[in-house]
T-cell receptor, first 110, second 117 residues
């Protein structure tokens, strides 16, 4: 079966650091994606990991451990505009479709 | 704006009616995807195309759903005899279609929000 788990909700304070975890069990693995989605809007691409390790892109970093079926998205220097849902998605072998988790709704407070 | 576009952005219909949505991908993107998203859930895969060929279709997709990409550019998604359970956001995405990194990244359009009364 295919299963992707992420926390449903998280809260954090402006200027802080937050880590959003994602664990997955899928039939094959060929890349993990993180997307940001503001309410009522389309998902926007944040990061892509296919090899183990950390990918850094400005205030956002994403980590992958394939042996553990685990990824996290790290958001630094949080801003109010970072309040959104963060979606973890996995692509399996021989397919281009993405399997999404339910998303983590992050609320940033002043 | 050269991103993915979808039309209409909102659609209200009565149960039993047919609806059709259009998606225009990013120029020169070979792959085009359709997903459905309900409130509080992540997007759920429906189908995808490479150029005009439909390569994969979700088993969750009933016979009432059909998608086409006749010239390998824009795509349409039709839902026949709509049901209240079809109410959702229908998202289209496109990717360049190559291998590795950004070539495989899917970029989403703004979605079509469907409400079936």
């Amino acid at each position: 079966g295919q299963n992707i788990d992420q926390p449903t909700e998280m809260t954090a304070t402006e200027g802080a650091i937050v880590q959003i975890n994602c664990t997955y069990q899928t039939s094959g693995f060929n890349g993990l994606f993180w997307y940001q989605q503001h309410a009522g809007e389309a998902p926007t691409f944040l990061s892509y990991n296919v090899l183990d390790g950390l990918e850094e892109k400005g205030r956002f970093s994403s980590f992958l451990s394939r042996s553990k079926g685990y990824s996290y998205l790290l958001l630094k220097e949080l801003q109010m505009k970072d309040s959104a849902s963060y979606l973890c998605a996995v692509r399996g072998y021989n397919t281009d479709k993405l399997i999404f988790g339910t998303g983590t709704r992050l609320q940033v407070f002043p | 704006d050269t991103g993915v576009s979808q039309d209409p952005r909102h659609k209200i219909t009565k149960r039993g009616q047919n609806v059709t949505f259009r998606c225009d991908p990013i120029s020169e993107h070979n792959r085009l995807y359709w997903y459905r998203q309900t409130l509080g859930q992540g997007p759920e895969f429906l189908t995808y195309f490479q150029n005009e060929a439909q390569l994969e279709k979700s088993r969750l997709l009933s016979d009432r759903f059909s998608a086409e990409r006749p010239k390998g550019s824009f795509s349409t998604l039709e839902i026949q005899r709509t049901e209240q359970g079809d109410s959702a956001m229908y998202l289209c995405a496109s990717s360049p279609g190559g291998t590795g990194g950004l070539q495989e990244t899917q970029y989403f359009g703004p979605g079509t929000r469907l409400l079936v009364l």
